[in-house]
């Protein structure tokens, strides 16, 4: 399989990949790592780390389309920079969970921008991945063996069918209730 067009023009934005190539799926790439959301700009051609980065991700393409997408940020502001990476990839079909820091414990929103949705969650003191998991009733146990294409598959598959439980809100709405931004001590990564 060769690598999607839209990985190729992510090329600088994928950090810090623990995978990244085809999953068990016909036609699915997967990646999972960080992903630069803004950078500084660059002198004399040199890498700078990003301004903004979603940490904790977990991606999968399906044709040129993300299918799926999850990642902590650490505002839900940085949505916004997150539409601009993926631009028209993100599809009306595809779910996307953005973990926000900055999203009161108790809330959860589904957004629709655009004809797309996105399901934004608070993350406090756990990970994308076990918050994932829980939220899509994944046993850890039954993917601890997996490898870790099988595991964004299941995940990916098991997302499509996720229901209903979350509250319709205005994107404005969710950032007039987002509170400051967290320090990062001590998080999990």
């Known amino acids: 399989m060769t690598t ?3 990985f190729s023009a992510l090329d600088g934005k994928l950090l810090s990949p623990t995978f990244s190539g085809p ?3 016909t036609a699915r790439y997967g ?3 960080e992903l630069g959301l803004k950078f500084p700009p660059s002198l004399a ?4 780390p990003p301004e903004i980065k ?5 991606l999968a393409v399906e044709g040129e389309a993300v299918s799926f997408l999850a990642l902590h940020v650490d505002s839900l502001a940085h949505l916004d920079e997150v539409r601009a990476t993926f631009g028209a990839a993100l599809v009306s079909a595809g779910r996307y969970f953005i973990f926000a820091g900055n999203v009161d414990i108790s809330k959860k929103y589904l957004l629709d921008i655009d004809g797309v949705s996105y399901y934004v969650l608070p993350l406090d003191e756990a990970t994308v991945y076990n918050e994932l998991l829980d939220l899509l009733y994944l046993e850890k146990g039954d993917l601890k063996k997996m490898s870790p294409e099988a595991k964004i598959d299941v995940i990916v598959d098991a ?3 996720i ?3 979350f509250p319709r809100v205005e994107y404005a709405q969710a950032l007039a209730e987002m509170g400051p931004v967290k320090v990062a001590d001590n998080r999990p990564v």
């Open 23 to 25: 999953t068990g799926k």
């Open 163 to 165: 229901g209903g439980g």
């Open 4 to 6: 999607p067009t839209l």
């Open 45 to 48: 051609g040199e890498k700078r």
């Open 31 to 33: 990646f999972r790592g």
């Open 159 to 161: 997302a499509a069918k």
């Open 54 to 58: 979603a940490d904790q991700v977990t």
